[in-house]
Nanobody
Framework: QVHLVESGGGLVQAGGSLRLSCAAS????????MGWFRQAPGKEREFVAA????????FYADSVKGRFAISKDNTENTVYLQMNSLKPEDTAVYYC???????????????????WGQGTQVTVSS
């Protein structure tokens, strides 16, 4: 059974930083992609960033490129999202997700990810 548990959300002022963590209890293999998505009130869930477990290639939404960084710790089976220069529009519930069968690249589509965490709230005040 796969479990993804996010942590690290909270309230921060605009311009501040937060680091989210996702502890994954799953078998890692070459086709695994770990992603971060977010959902603001009244909006659809949207792609934020992803990382291939094998090789470590990273992918970002244009809205966070240059401000956010996704990384992983192979020994801890944990994925991180370092968020810098936060803006009020980054306010959302952030979800960790796993795509267990991606031969190459990473999908930005929520439907491609089979496993999801419970989410963690990030609130950026102006």
């Amino acid at each position: 059974q796969v479990h993804l548990v996010e942590s690290g959300g909270g309230l921060v002022q605009a311009g501040g930083s937060l680091r989210l963590s996702c502890a994954a209890s799953l078998r890692t293999f070459s086709g695994l992609v770990m992603g971060w998505f977010r959902q603001a009130p009244g909006k659809e869930r949207e792609f934020v960033a992803a990382i291939r477990w094998s090789g470590g290639s990273t992918f970002y939404a244009d809205s966070v490129k240059g401000r956010f960084a996704i990384s992983k710790d192979n020994t801890e089976n944990t994925v991180y999202l370092q968020m810098n220069s936060l803006k009020p529009e980054d306010t959302a519930v952030y979800y960790c997700a796993a795509d267990a069968s991606r031969a190459a690249g990473a999908s930005t589509n929520v439907l491609a990810y089979e496993y999801w965490g419970q989410g963690t709230q990030v609130t950026v005040s102006s």
